[in-house]
Every structure is written in C-alpha cells, then in structure tokens.
C-alpha cells in the first residue's frame, strides 16, 4: 500500500517569512496529491491539490510542486501570516484505490 | 451549508459502554469514511464504504463496528469503549468518480473515562 513521510513535524517561521512542507510517496501509481489544513479543534480542510499532469500549482499564497519521478511533492507558503497557523497534512491517492493515505503533518507557528 | 454533519459534537462515555457516533451527508458521495486522530497524529482510517460494500482495515479493533443504511448515513459503533479510544473521530466523504478530495465532517471528541 501507499505510504506517506512528511516533515518537518514542526515548523516555527516569523510572520512575513515563506514555509515550505515536504512529503514523499511509495506506490508510483498515486496521481492525486491534496493538502490539508486543520486548525485546533476544527476539520481538516482541503486548501490546495494537485494531479500528477502537473508539475505546479499556485493559489495567491500558497503553491504546490510535484516531482514524479523522485516521487516528491512540498507545499509552499509565502508571506506567512499568524493565521496561518495550523497543522497542514499532505496526502496521496490513485485512481483506483481512491482512498487518500495521510502523512503524519506538520504543526507550522506564524510568530506575529 | 455545512455537507458533512457528525451527532454528536462531544461525547463523553464510561470503559465499556457502547457508544454509536453519527455522520451524514449532503454530498451523494458514494464513498463514506472513518477515521480516528488521536492528539497531534494523522488521521487513521478505520473502515471505508464503497456505496454499500464496506472494508475493513487490517489494524482495525474488532471493538469498531459500522453501519451505513443509506447513501446520506453512516454509523460508527463502538462496543465496548476503553481509555484508549479516547480520540477524535471524523467521518469524510469523497466520489470514486474522479479521484476527488475527501470532505470531512467536524468531528466527534470521544472521552471514554
């Protein structure tokens, strides 16, 4: 089955500063990689995806890369902010299992 | 507009008292999810159901039991709670079709004391 590594599992920047999460996949086969945002206490939010026809994503702030061959993919965030702050979680799935396999996520803190 | 609604928000039950957690859906997603988060750890899948096939995951207590009686619902059943399974619960959605994001529900907060 698929496996997931995320790091780093904490990630403390200064507000203004860029963060940068990266994760690795195993099954060569995963074509659909989203990110999650989950705030204390709350649901777990889809903020930005990507499939594996592209190798770059960007949403104003937020951007993601995706490197199939070495079966990489890191979410980038620019210009943090305080409320920025939550714990993110990469995930991969593929078409036929469908079923998204979690990395452990990263708890990222946006000092003001 | 909320399109994955969890019964209840917080739950607190005694070691070994059954406990049923509920989930429903706007979304006519055929694929419903468990997951359990237990404090700063990724969401563990639990079981799944694919329309009205359901599968198991390996690791998966036999202390978790699951019902889904239509498309909209889905229920966690947990028979005999221990301090262990004190957790968040949270119930997702997604379509097969596509390969799509799962939509997740706010969670059960389940204190077993």
């Known amino acids: 089955g698929e496996n997931v590594e995320q790091h780093p599992s904490t990630l403390s920047v200064q507000e203004g500063d860029s963060a940068v999460i990266k994760c690795t996949y195993s099954?060569?086969?995963?074509?659909?990689f989203p990110w999650y945002k989950q705030e204390l206490g709350k649901r777990p939010q889809l903020i930005i995806d990507?499939?594996?026809?592209?190798g770059e994503k960007k949403d104003q702030r937020i951007a993601v890369t995706l490197n199939k061959t070495a079966k990489h993919f890191s979410l980038h965030i620019t210009e943090t902010q305080p409320e920025d702050s939550a714990v993110y979680f990469c995930a991969a799935s593929e078409g036929g299992s469908y079923i998204p396999t979690f990395g452990r996520g990263t708890s990222l803190i946006v000092h003001p | 507009d909320a399109m994955v609604i969890q019964n209840p928000r917080y739950q607190v039950t005694q070691f070994g008292k059954p406990v049923t957690l509920s989930c429903s859906q706007t979304l006519n997603h055929n694929v419903m999810y468990w997951y359990q988060q237990k404090s700063s750890q990724a969401p563990k899948l639990l079981f799944h159901y694919y329309d009205k096939d359901f599968n198991n995951e390996a690791d998966t207590p036999d202390n978790f039991q699951s019902r889904r009686p239509n498309t909209s619902f889905c229920f966690l059943d947990i028979r005999s709670p221990g301090l262990g399974d004190t957790a968040m619960y949270l119930c997702a959605t997604s379509s097969s079709r596509g390969n799509t994001e799962a939509f997740f529900g706010q969670g059960t907060r389940l204190t077993v004391v």
């Open positions: 990507i499939r594996s026809n592209v």
């Open positions: 099954d060569s086969a995963s074509n659909y």
